[in-house]
């Protein structure tokens, strides 16, 4: 069973800054892509951010310029990095191991427990 742990949400002010970890249990070096997808109360999961095992990344249009996705596979670790964050960014970020196909990301099976963000003054 692969898990996937995640870690580093909080609390923080608007314009600040937080980064999210997500470990995996087996290494994730040539194997899967990773996701990271967020879901507030109410709302639909959504694709945030995902990277493929050769550092392509993808991004919805309204994190571009503010988050980073970036992978360190003798870590078998994924992270997102979120800057000038906003009272919408806050939910709860989810960790994802999936594959990439046609240049689009496809979640898999996999999904980590999931972390609170909460952006808020």
């Known amino acids: 069973q692969v898990q996937l742990v995640e870690s580093g949400g909080g609390l923080v002010q608007p314009g600040g800054s937080l980064r999210l970890s997500c470990t995996a249990s087996v290494s994730i070096f040539s194997i899967s892509a990773m996701g990271w997808y967020r879901q507030a109360p109410g709302k639909e999961r959504e694709l945030v951010a995902a990277?493929?095992?050769?550092?392509?990344?993808k991004y919805v249009d309204s994190v571009k310029g503010r988050f980073t996705i970036s992978r360190d596979n003798a870590k078998n670790t994924v992270y997102l990095q979120m800057n000038s964050l906003k009272p919408e960014d806050t939910a709860v970020y989810y960790c994802n191991m999936g594959r990439y196909d046609s240049g689009s990301y496809r979640s898999g099976g996999y999904w980590g427990q999931g972390t609170q963000v909460t952006v808020s003054s």
């Open positions: 990277i493929t095992n050769d550092d392509r990344s």
